[in-house]
């Protein structure tokens, strides 16, 4: 291996697996390179709608709560008959 880091192809070198590499699963080098550009970008919107999600989730989180409390409160007022309750 070669301590120069990367080395540039001569002069009008055309990869003759370009198009289809057997190292990428027969996929072209242009296709892997643009995924890859492109991944940080998905990545952040990954993130953004996981916080997105989480936002809602605490959201109606506080809902339910909200919605137990109301039970409870309900549920601890007796009515004074049973007839009264279902009218």
């Known amino acids: 291996m070669s301590s120069k880091g990367l ?4 002069a009008n070198y055309q990869c003759p697996y370009h198009n289809c590499c057997p190292h990428l699963q027969g996929l072209s080098t242009e296709f892997v390179f643009a995924e890859y550009q ?6 952040l919107d990954h993130w953004k709608a996981r916080d997105e999600l989480n ?3 605490e959201q109606m989180r506080g ?3 909200e919605l137990e409390t109301q039970n409870a409160e ?11 309750a279902i009218f």
């Open 63 to 65: 809902y339910t709560q």
């Open 55 to 57: 936002e809602l989730l």
């Open 7 to 10: 080395q540039q192809p001569p």
């Open 74 to 84: 309900l549920k601890a007022v007796e009515p004074r008959n049973k007839w009264n």
């Open 38 to 43: 492109n991944s940080h970008w998905e990545h």
